[in-house]
């Protein structure tokens, strides 16, 4: 499941969570837990086991539902509070020990507790310790440039960044591109959730060679490719009349369609007013529409009734029925806290 997209309960994930979790953590939060919240007066203990309750649900139910949250987290927070009521605990088993004339036994279980606390000093200080160094790295004249060259070169429609891009832009990411150009862009994912090679262009197209390629790019109304990895450059230069070499540095090589189809209307008409990261803002010309934006399960719509338009089984766009012709609709996606209450 990619992380933008709703899961379902799963107790076998839910349980591997917690098990992560709970071999990380101190053992004497895990011990000395319930025997503070015990000690607490009413109304705090009644406090404190809500909270908890609540964090630990999150922490381990609904990751699997909204993994894009990283819920899990939650466990963190909870284990780092749950220092209070433990403190506690462990505060009045030392306060219990008898000052003289006691026996061994009775100062046992203190004296392990003490040595636990003891040695967790130097837990926290093999930690510390152990930290790995964090590379920094600093944008040359690389993301720059190619930015300009797509702002001028890139067209009306969008770029499309061939094959796979995680960290191959001065070691960073794509994100802020579009930002920078004003062009909208298409790569294999929209968010930061690939480790993995993933290529943008589906099987189902690329098995259909030349044709297939020119159908996965009229479809996304894209203007422009860019290539970095060998085949693609390859690729596109195999094809003049297709793609125009426009700009190259380093590994990047921009290339602008010759003869696409642009628009993003496939069926029915209307005008894109505004798009941006949030949203798009569109007025219909017809009640009918199926755009070239993939259909997420979050988007609503001011107006218009959204489904899903089945293009290819790796590709699904929008489409909407019931639209107000001649008014300005807004689609954009549902806020984090509704999505979460519809499990989306």
Same mark, same amino acid.
């Given at each position: 499941?990619?992380?933008?997209?709703?899961?379902?309960?799963?107790?076998?994930?839910?349980?591997?969570?917690?098990?992560?979790?709970?071999?990380?953590?101190?053992?004497?939060?895990?011990?000395?837990?319930?025997?503070?919240?015990?000690?607490?007066?009413?109304?705090?203990?009644?406090?404190?086991?809500?909270?908890? &309750?609540?964090?630990?649900?999150?922490?381990?139910?609904?990751?699997?539902?909204?993994?894009?949250?990283?819920?899990?987290?939650?466990?963190?927070?909870?284990?780092?509070?749950?220092?209070?009521?433990?403190?506690?605990?462990?505060?009045?088993?030392? !306060?219990?020990?008898?000052?003289?004339?006691?026996?061994?036994?009775?100062?046992?279980?203190?004296?392990?507790?003490?040595?636990?606390?003891?040695?967790?000093?130097?837990?926290?200080? !093999?930690?510390? &310790?152990?930290?790995?160094?964090?590379?920094?790295?600093?944008?040359?004249?690389?993301?720059?440039?190619?930015?300009?060259?797509?702002?001028?070169?890139?067209?009306?429609?969008?770029?499309?960044? !061939?094959?796979?891009?995680?960290?191959?832009?001065?070691?960073?990411?794509?994100?802020?591109?579009?930002?920078?150009?004003?062009?909208?862009?298409?790569?294999?994912?929209?968010?930061?959730?690939?480790?993995?090679?993933?290529?943008?262009?589906?099987?189902?197209?690329?098995?259909?060679?030349?044709?297939?390629?020119?159908?996965?790019?009229?479809?996304?109304?894209?203007?422009?490719?860019?290539?970095?990895?060998?085949?693609?450059?390859?690729?596109?230069?195999?094809?003049?009349?297709?793609?125009?070499?426009?700009?190259?540095?380093?590994?990047?090589?921009?290339?602008?369609?010759?003869?696409?189809? !642009?628009?993003?209307?496939?069926?029915?008409?209307?005008?894109?007013?505004?798009?941006?990261?949030?949203?798009?803002?569109?007025?219909?010309?017809?009640?009918?529409?199926?755009?070239?934006?993939?259909?997420?399960?979050?988007?609503?719509?001011?107006?218009?009734?959204?489904?899903?338009?089945?293009?290819?089984?790796?590709?699904?766009?929008?489409?909407?029925?019931?639209?107000?012709?001649?008014?300005?609709?807004?689609?954009?996606?549902?806020?984090?806290?509704?999505?979460?209450?519809?499990?989306?």
């Amino acid at each position: 499941t990619y992380k933008t997209e709703a899961g379902k309960v799963d107790l076998r994930k839910s349980l591997a969570i917690l098990r992560e979790t709970a071999v990380s953590i101190n053992p004497l939060l895990l011990v000395f837990l319930v025997p503070g919240l015990m000690l607490l007066p009413g109304l705090q203990r009644r406090l404190f086991t809500v909270v908890f &309750l609540v964090l630990f649900l999150l922490g381990t139910v609904a990751v699997p539902l909204k993994p894009q949250l990283e819920l899990d987290r939650m466990l963190l927070l909870l284990a780092l509070l749950s220092a209070l009521p433990c403190s506690l605990s462990i505060s009045k088993l030392f !306060s219990s020990i008898p000052l003289t004339g006691g026996r061994w036994r009775h100062s046992l279980l203190p004296a392990s507790v003490g040595a636990f606390l003891f040695a967790t000093v130097f837990s926290a200080a !093999s930690v510390m &310790l152990n930290r790995s160094s964090e590379m920094f790295f600093f944008s040359g004249s690389l993301t720059e440039n190619l930015a300009k060259a797509i702002a001028e070169h890139g067209g009306v429609g969008r770029t499309v960044f !061939s094959g796979f891009v995680m960290h191959d832009l001065n070691k960073g990411h794509i994100s802020h591109l579009p930002y920078y150009t004003g062009t909208p862009m298409v790569a294999s994912s929209h968010v930061h959730n690939l480790w993995r090679y993933k290529q943008v262009f589906p099987k189902s197209f690329i098995d259909r060679g030349d044709t297939g390629m020119d159908e996965y790019l009229d479809l996304f109304n894209a203007t422009s490719v860019v290539a970095h990895e060998k085949p693609w450059i390859e690729y596109f230069l195999k094809r003049p009349q297709d793609f125009h070499h426009v700009w190259a540095q380093h590994r990047f090589h921009l290339f602008k369609r010759r003869a696409p189809v !642009s628009g993003y209307f496939l069926e029915g008409k209307g005008k894109i007013i505004e798009q941006s990261t949030s949203g798009i803002t569109l007025v219909p010309q017809t009640e009918s529409l199926v755009l070239s934006f993939r259909y997420v399960p979050s988007l609503i719509s001011s107006d218009c009734t959204i489904g899903k338009a089945n293009i290819d089984q790796e590709v699904i766009f929008i489409k909407l029925d019931n639209c107000p012709v001649g008014k300005e609709v807004r689609l954009r996606s549902a806020s984090y806290f509704s999505r979460l209450l519809r499990g989306v």
